[in-house]
C-alpha cells in the first residue's frame, strides 16, 4: 500500500519552484551559539537554571534536535539525554516507545508512565496515556527533560516529564522552508513562517509552521503519511500581562506491520508479520486541539498564570484478531473506533517573598483535566466468518461511553536558607476518577457499567548544598503516582467482557543523590537513585494487537547517571552520556514473574558519545555513537533483544548571501550496518516480541531562510 500524493494546504511541501526558498532542512537549519550561557529551565516551575536545580534535568536545545537531521521524531535528538530509553520503532501506527529510568517500559503504543506536555499543554491525557505525533520538532524552542523524585510534582503517570516549548517569534522576520529525502522512500517538505511586529502591545510575536511527511517504511506494510500544523501566537495585552495563543492539528495514516517472532527477525527483519497483510493492519489518527496561557504580574512579588486548553483526537484501528476469536458474546471484535475530547485548566500563583532575610518562593496551584471518550469495537471483517472478507468494518460489538477526570491542588516552596544551602519542597493531592456506561447489551454480554477513583497525596522534598560557586550537591526524595490508562482497563486478562477494573494504581517512592559541578568548559551531572514500586502494572498478555494488564507485586530500580557537554576550540562540541539501570521484580507472584527477574522492555547499559563541529557558516560535520544493552521481552527474562552499538556521520553546510541563508547535509546512519531491535513489544501472546531497526540508511536534505 502507498499513500496518496502531500496535500498543498497544510503540507511543508510547496513547490519546486520554490525550492531556492528552502531553509536548510530541519536538521541543519539554525547553528548553536559557541558560548556555554545558563540555561533557565521550567521543569520545577522554579525559573532556576540547570546546575541550581536539584532534580536530574537535562535541556535539549531546538537547533540541536535539527542539526543535520531530517527532524521527523524526537528520537532522532533526544538519545543523548541519561536515563532516557526512546525507541524508533519503524511503525509510525504505534508511537515512540519512551521510557525513563524504566517507567513507562510496558507500553505497547504511545507512552504511559512518563507526562508529556507541549507549550504548557498536556499531551497525556488524565488517564496517563500520552503521544508524541503531535510534537513539531521544527519550531521546536528547547525540550526539557525531568528525571526522578521532582517529576511527581505533575501528578499521575510521572515517573519521568517531557516537555516541549516552541520558539517565540523574534525580530527581524523569517520564512524558512526545507525539504528532506532519505532510505525507503522517506520524504519530508516544510514551510515555517516567524517574526515579531513593532507594536507594544496586540500581537507581538508569531511561529507558524506545517509539515508533510511519507515513507514506504523499512518494513513490509509500514508506510505511513502525517501532515502536522502548529501555531504560536503571543499578545500583550498591557504592560503586565501577556497571552499566549497555540494551536495544533495531526492528521495521521499508518499501517502497522506488527512485530516478529525471533526466526523472522534473524532470516527477514524487513518482513511483516503474516497476520497484518491478512487483516490489513493499520491507524488512522486525527488531532486538533487549542490552548491559552495567560500571565499577569500582579506586581514585583507576585504573579499568575492560568492554561486554558481543549482538544478532539479520533482513533480507527483495524487489529489482527482472529475472526474465530471474535465470536464469542463478550468479544470486542477487531476494530476500535475512538472518538475523544479533552480539556482542563491550571491556574497558578507565585508568590517570591523573604524569610528573616533569605528568599523564599511560594507556589500554589489547581490542575483539572477530563476527558471524555466513545469507545467502539467492531469486527474486522464483513460476510460470514467461515468466508469472511478481512480487514473491513463488519458488525458492532462494543459501545460505550467512558469518562475520566483528575483534579489537583498542588503547593511548592523553595527556601534559600543561606548562601551554601537551599531547601525545596512540594506536595500534590491528585485524584483520578474513571467511570464507564456500557451501551451495547445482549445476550452473553451484560452491563458492564462501573467506575473507580484513587486518590493520592505525593509529597516531594530536596535538600541542595553548594560549597562552591561551580558545584551543587542535593538530595530528594518523591512519592510517585500511576493509575491504569482506559486502555488498560478497557481489557481483561480472562478475555470477559468489560472494564478491568480489579487493575490497582502504582504507588514508587523514589530517592536520588545527585551532583553537579562545571567541568572542562562544561556541566558534569552525576545522579544515583532508587526506585521502590508497589503494584507495578504490566503487561499480563498481547494478542494481534490488543494488550491486558495486571498487577505484578513489588519492583526495585537502582540506578547511576552521567551527563557531560562541552563547547572548545569556539566551534567544536562534544558530548558524553551514560546510564545503568537495574529494574527488577522483588517478589514471585506467577509463573513468569519471579523475585529477581528483569523488568522486561528496559536495558541495564545505555551509552551515547558525539563529537561535532558546527561553525555559523561553512562546512560542518558530526561523528556519534550509541549503545544499548540487552532487553527482555518478558516477565519470564525467556529471551531478549540483542545488546548492539551504531553509529552515524552526517555532514552540511552553510552559506550566506545577503537576506538568504542556505544549507545543505547529508547524514549516514546504522553506518556498520548492524542488524537489532529498534523495540520490542513486552508480553507479545504470539511469540511476536521483535520489532526491526533499519540496516544502514541515508538521509539528505536542503533550505533557505529568506530574512526581512
Known amino acids: 500500500m502507498r499513500f496518496a500524493k502531500p496535500f498543498c494546504v497544510t503540507s511543508r511541501m510547496g513547490v519546486l519552484a520554490l525550492l531556492p526558498l528552502f531553509p536548510s532542512i530541519a536538521a541543519a537549519q539554525e547553528m548553536p551559539t559557541t558560548t556555554l550561557a545558563p540555561v533557565v529551565v521550567q521543569a520545577t516551575r522554579l525559573g532556576a537554571s540547570i546546575a541550581d536545580t536539584p532534580a536530574s534535568v537535562d535541556v535539549i536545545d531546538g537547533r540541536q534536535l535539527r542539526a543535520r537531521q531530517p527532524g521527523i521524531n524526537l528520537s532522532e535528538g533526544l538519545v543523548s539525554v541519561p536515563g532516557l530509553q526512546l525507541q524508533n520503532r519503524q511503525n509510525y501506527a504505534q508511537d515512540l516507545q519512551l521510557s525513563i529510568r524504566g517507567f513507562g517500559a510496558r507500553s505497547s503504543f504511545g507512552v504511559r508512565g512518563v507526562r508529556l506536555y507541549v507549550d504548557g499543554i498536556p499531551g497525556t491525557m488524565p488517564d496517563g496515556q500520552g503521544q508524541t505525533s503531535n510534537i513539531d520538532i ?100 498591557d504592560d503586565a500581562s501577556r497571552l499566549t495563543i497555540i494551536a495544533n492539528g495531526v492528521d495521521l495514516i499508518a499501517q502497522d506491520p506488527l512485530g516478529l517472532t525471533r526466526s523472522q527477525f534473524e532470516s527477514n527483519p524487513r518482513t511483516a508479520a503474516i497476520q497484518a497483510k491478512t487483516f490489513n493492519t493499520r491507524k488512522t489518527v486525527q488531532q486538533t486541539q487549542g490552548g491559552l496561557v495567560y ?14 486548553y481543549y482538544g478532539q483526537r479520533s482513533t480507527v484501528q483495524y487489529q489482527a484478531i482472529p475472526v474465530a476469536a471474535q465470536q ?29 532575610g533569605r528568599p523564599l518562593t511560594l507556589i500554589a496551584g489547581l490542575s483539572y483535566d477530563s476527558m471524555v471518550e466513545q469507545r467502539k469495537g467492531y469486527e474486522n471483517y464483513t460476510g460470514s466468518p467461515d468466508a469472511p472478507t478481512l480487514g473491513e468494518r463488519g458488525n458492532l460489538r462494543r459501545n460505550e461511553t467512558n469518562r475520566v477526570y483528575n483534579l489537583d491542588p498542588y503547593l511548592q516552596l523553595s527556601l534559600q536558607a543561606s548562601p551554601q544551602w537551599a531547601v525545596d519542597a512540594g506536595l500534590r493531592y491528585s485524584t483520578v476518577s474513571f467511570d464507564s456506561s456500557d451501551h451495547y447489551i445482549v445476550p452473553g454480554n451484560p452491563d458492564d457499567s462501573g467506575g473507580l477513583r484513587y486518590r493520592k497525596a505525593l509529597p516531594v522534598a530536596a535538600m541542595r ?27 481483561r486478562p480472562d478475555a470477559q467482557p468489560g472494564m478491568n477494573f480489579g487493575l490497582n494504581p502504582a504507588l514508587s517512592d523514589n530517592f536520588e543523590l545527585g551532583a553537579k559541578k562545571e567541568v572542562a568548559g562544561g556541566l558534569l551531572t552525576v545522579a544515583i537513585f532508587r526506585s521502590d514500586t508497589q503494584d507495578e502494572i504490566v503487561p499480563a498478555t498481547s494478542l494481534g494487537g490488543r494488550t491486558s494488564y495486571r498487577n505484578a507485586g513489588r519492583t526495585r530500580r537502582d540506578g547511576v547517571e552521567l551527563g557531560w557537554s562541552a563547547r572548545f576550540a569556539g566551534d567544536a562540541r562534544v558530548q558524553f552520556s551514560y546510564s545503568w539501570l537495574d529494574a527488577r521484580y522483588r517478589e514471585s507472584v506467577s509463573d513468569a514473574i519471579r523475585a529477581g527477574h528483569r523488568i522486561p522492555g528496559t536495558a541495564r547499559q545505555a551509552a551515547y558519545a558525539t563529537m561535532a563541529w558546527e561553525p555559523r557558516e561553512g562546512w560542518q560535520a558530526g561523528i556519534e555513537g550509541r549503545y544499548l544493552g540487552s532487553v527482555a521481552i518478558n516477565d519470564a527474562n525467556s529471551d531478549a533483544a540483542p545488546a548492539y552499538f551504531i553509529a552515524a556521520l552526517s555532514t552540511g553546510y552553510v552559506w550566506r548571501a545577503g537576506s538568504w541563508q542556505g544549507r545543505v547535509y547529508a547524514r549516514a546512519d546504522n553506518l556498520f550496518d548492524r542488524r537489532y531491535a529498534g523495540s520490542v513489544i513486552v508480553n507479545e501472546g504470539n511469540g511476536r516480541y521483535f520489532e526491526p531497526a533499519p540496516g544502514r540508511n541515508w538521509s539528505a536534505g536542503i533550505g533557505a531562510t529568506y530574512t526581512f
Open 138 to 237: 521544527a519550531s521546536a524552542d528547547r525540550v526539557e527533560v525531568l528525571r526522578g523524585p521532582f517529576s511527581a510534582l505533575y501528578g499521575n503517570s510521572s515517573g519521568g516529564v517531557v516537555q516541549v516549548f516552541t520558539e517565540e517569534g523574534s525580530r527581524p522576520p523569517q520564512w524558512i522552508a526545507d525539504i528532506s529525502a532519505g532510505s525507503y522512500e522517506t520524504r519530508r517538505y516544510g514551510l515555517r513562517a516567524s517574526g515579531a511586529t513593532e507594536s507594544a502591545l496586540g500581537l507581538i510575536d508569531y511561529n507558524v509552521s506545517a509539515s508533510h511527511f511519507t515513507t514506504g517504511g523499512y518494513r513490509d506494510h509500514s508506510a505511513a503519511r502525517k501532515n502536522l500544523g502548529n501555531v504560536k501566537l503571543g499578545v500583550q495585552l
Open 295 to 308: 500571565e499577569r504580574d500582579i506586581n514585583a512579588n507576585h504573579s499568575l498564570r492560568a492554561m486554558l
Open 328 to 356: 464469542p458474546p463478550g468479544s470486542a471484535g477487531g476494530m476500535i473506533d475512538l472518538a475523544r475530547s479533552y480539556g482542563g485548566v491550571d491556574l497558578r500563583w507565585t508568590s517570591r517573598l523573604s524569610v528573616a
Open 465 to 491: 548544598y553548594t560549597p562552591a560557586r561551580s558545584t551543587m550537591l542535593y538530595a530528594s526524595y518523591g512519592r510517585g503516582f500511576e493509575t491504569p490508562t482506559l486502555n488498560e482497563l478497557s481489557y
